[in-house]
């Protein structure tokens, strides 16, 4: 079943130029990734989702629910994560979770407990007294006490220290194994990488592509780093399609053939340093913010 499901969603401010004609399918139980420069329309495309501006043609369904018609009831079953959080400075963090279950009939006290827990919130501190970072976490817990079957992020990531940022994850990951659904709206490419099932590319307010993470992953070449005062530049061309960069010494490049082969090759030379590492899709992604034409 599709979570989501977008038919030519379009969305104009005024003149300008928001989103135009999105079709995504977001399958149940997978990790989704939004990506897209600056601009791109990401944030129209997941506010629109949540009915908070509408539409100006196509459609959308969330769990099978019309994104305009049905908005209340699909609220139920999302935990939603701002890219920008604000709250009134006075409240304490124990008094925003406190009001934000009283939206929901049925709340599992204990999860609540171990969501904060695991998020380190300082449930006595007021919001003004807290950094970006432990706002955003704030954010993330109240988007999940409800055990929402889909978690629509937008940038969660952003201001969140690298630990905290593993144990988001480790959550993220936890919902998927549960069977819930995950929207991921992020510049992060690594993390899209490391995350998601597949990933959508959006750029100047039209879906360019939709990869399929595992797939791309498999059609990387290897990375290799090897320093040796015997190698020179011919032998290293001799090797690879692609020498990445050379200092010295030292050089970076492609490798698609077999490790084995490449092991008896250099293994003729004294070699001082070797890393052989897999390629990252950041490239990849990179590319389709650059390059790649809207069809
Ligand atoms: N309230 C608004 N009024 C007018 N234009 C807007 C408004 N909000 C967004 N836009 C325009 O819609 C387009 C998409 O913006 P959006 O914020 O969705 O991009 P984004 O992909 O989320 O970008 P970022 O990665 O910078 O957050 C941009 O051209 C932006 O200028």
Do not use: W
């Not at 030519?8 to 990734?33: A, C, H």
């Not at 201001?159 to 991921?184: R, S």
Request: hydrophobic letters at 35%.
């Amino acid at each position: 079943m599709n979570i989501i499901e977008t038919k030519n969603l379009t969305k104009n401010y005024g003149k300008n130029r928001g989103i135009q004609d999105v079709n995504i399918s977001v399958k149940e139980g997978e990790i989704f990734g939004f990506i897209g420069p600056n601009g791109a329309g990401k944030s129209t495309t997941i506010k629109t989702l949540l009915n908070f501006i509408y539409p100006t043609s196509g459609s959308s369904k969330i769990l099978g629910m019309d994104i305009v018609e049905d908005s209340s009831k699909i609220k139920e079953y999302i935990g939603y994560v701002p890219s920008e959080v604000r709250y009134y400075e006075d409240v304490k963090v124990k008094d925003i979770i406190k009001y934000s279950k009283s939206f929901y009939s049925k709340i599992d006290q204990e999860y609540v407990d171990k969501i904060c827990n695991e998020l380190e919130l300082d449930m006595n501190k007021k919001m003004g007294e807290l950094s970006l970072g432990n706002k955003k976490k704030v954010s993330i817990a109240q988007a999940l006490i409800h055990s929402p079957k889909l978690l629509i992020l937008d940038e969660p990531t952003n201001g969140l220290d690298p630990l905290m940022q593993n144990k988001l994850f480790n959550i993220l990951l936890k919902e998927k194994e549960k069977g819930n659904t995950v929207f991921l709206s992020s510049h992060n490419l690594t993390e899209v990488q490391n995350l998601c099932d597949r990933a959508c590319v959006i750029k100047d307010g039209k879906i360019i592509d939709i990869i399929e993470i595992e797939k791309e992953i498999s059609k990387l070449s290897l990375k290799i780093t090897l320093t040796s005062s015997d190698i020179t530049k011919e032998i290293i061309l001799g090797l690879s399609s692609k020498l990445l960069s050379n200092k010295e010494n030292s050089y970076t490049f492609t490798y698609s053939k077999d490790i084995d082969t490449l092991i008896k090759e250099i293994s003729k030379f004294k070699i001082d340093e070797l890393l052989i590492e897999k390629e990252n899709l950041e490239d990849t992604f990179l590319d389709y913010y650059k390059n790649k034409e809207i069809e």
